[in-house]
């Protein structure tokens, strides 16, 4: 904006304060004296007083105003203030404040001023946050340090209320989590399979599951020493449930071509296999805690499409909130970004699903079929992740009726057969969930009694 503002609007925690810029013919100026005088708090004084201050009834005032201004909105005693204390005679009255969005809604307000924001609003409260101190005289200066920190750690702790609630933060560590140890247990499930096959060779071919074999190798160990242990049958039937199995791999132990090692070889074995084992184990442990958590924070994506893929969707957008602000189209290529810029770069086909690709939906499509679903699959997630997000009691409900509308969809490819309408499909879901709800709730009001 090149024109200078008449008054600047400055948020402090301890209440708003209005401030009066001296009149300047070109804005370029303005900029030119507010630069020069930033290290000089008398030279700064002269170009910017301080006009009218109100400040915060208390703490919980400060907290609601501090909220409302970090989404761009006027709360009701800015209105207040801002009537109150610009001139009503002026036909022309520019105010600067430092936020568009904040400009925008004092715009809807209709307080009869002109707001301009960036350019040289923003050096100049730049100088005034500097200088706040000494412009406004009368407030002690270690209340505002006080006030700053007060509201800092309120403004944050409420931030951090709300991420706990929510908990889709705790999914997206644990869907990442997840990921690395389905690598590492493979990386590692190949490498004990390398090193034990120089002594059990067979075993490789007999047992193909990762786990299986890392339990295995620690109960065998010593081939040569298999008939001195008495229960090794039973602990090897245990171990892949089948007996005849378990004979087959007692036989292989018994006639195997494989080399003779140390006890010092066998026990470095013995030990890595074992965390082989544990990790797996883990690794199903930390999958039941993200059903869990899913089914807390997000149940009608975790009902749509399943735990994982709903997991990996929070985590690639970053969060529950900001899936639910993305686009169905956006929703529907969430992962496949490379695919995509490259197929805009060389003018090919572009992708037509991301992460949605691991849903059993897709897979069950026919290959003509495969992008109509996808899209109509992003739909519903899209839906999903909103009412999710946005309920006060989330409920799986909404989830099963979507999943059931895919399910329609899917046989309408296949057939022809004429889904239900969405209006009464939705009608039926907002009944249902609002039976089940009630019943969440009478359980939250008992846990919370006793």
């Known amino acids: ?144 340090a006080k006030a700053q920190l007060s509201l800092g750690h309120s403004y944050s702790r409420g931030k951090v209320k709300f991420d706990v609630h929510r908990v889709d933060n705790m999914v997206i560590q644990s869907i990442a989590l997840l990921d690395q140890l389905d690598k590492d247990i493979n990386l590692f499930g190949m490498r004990i399979r390398e090193w034990y096959s120089y002594h059990f060779p067979e075993l490789f071919k007999l047992v193909p599951d990762q786990y299986k074999y890392a339990r295995l190798a620690v109960a065998i160990l010593d081939r040569n020493k298999i008939s001195e242990n008495e229960n090794i049958h039973a602990e090897i039937t245990e171990i892949v449930e089948d007996e005849d199995k378990a004979t087959e791999i007692l036989e292989a132990a018994r006639t195997s071509m494989g080399m003779d090692i140390s006890e010092m070889d066998l026990a470095n074995i013995e030990r890595f296999a074992s965390r082989v084992a544990s990790l797996t184990e883990y690794r199903q442990q930390l999958h039941e805690y993200i059903k869990d958590r899913m089914n807390s924070c997000a149940p009608s994506l975790s009902a749509l499409i399943g735990e994982q893929v709903g997991a990996r969707l929070i985590s690639h957008a970053g969060s529950l909130t900001n899936l639910a602000k993305y686009p169905a189209s956006t929703v529907q290529i969430l992962g496949a970004e490379k695919a995509l810029f490259r197929a805009l770069k060389t003018r090919s086909a572009t992708p037509k699903y991301g992460l949605l690709f691991h849903s059993s939906f897709i897979g069950r499509a026919s290959a003509k079929n495969k992008g109509r679903i996808s899209r109509f699959l992003a739909n519903k997630c899209t839906i999903a992740s909103r009412i999710d997000c946005f309920s006060e009691v989330p409920v799986p409900t909404f989830g099963e009726f979507l999943k059931g509308q895919v399910e329609e969809r899917l046989k309408y490819f296949e057939t022809g057969e004429i889904p239900q309408k969405n209006i009464d499909v939705m009608a039926k879901a907002q009944d249902e969930a609002k039976t089940v709800q009630e019943k969440v709730l009478k359980k939250r009001k008992k846990a919370a009694r006793s």
Request: proline share 3%; aromatic share 6%; net charge negative.
């Open 1 to 144: 904006m090149s024109e200078v503002p008449h008054y600047v609007l400055y948020e402090h925690a301890v209440g708003y304060a209005l401030m009066k810029v001296k009149e300047f013919e070109d804005a370029g100026l303005i900029v030119q004296e507010v630069d020069a005088s930033i290290a000089d708090v008398s030279k700064f004084c002269g170009v910017v007083k301080l006009a009218a201050f109100d400040p915060f009834k208390n703490t919980e005032a400060a907290l609601e105003n501090a909220n409302a201004i970090s989404e761009g909105l006027a709360h009701p005693d800015l209105i207040n203030f801002l009537e109150s204390s610009l001139p009503k005679k002026k036909k022309k009255l520019l105010l600067g404040v430092n936020d568009s969005k904040l400009a925008g809604s004092l715009t809807e307000a209709d307080l009869g001023i002109q707001l301009i924001f960036g350019g040289v609003v923003t050096e100049i409260l730049r100088g005034v946050r500097v200088h706040f101190a000494h412009l406004a005289k009368d407030l002690p200066h270690h209340s505002l």
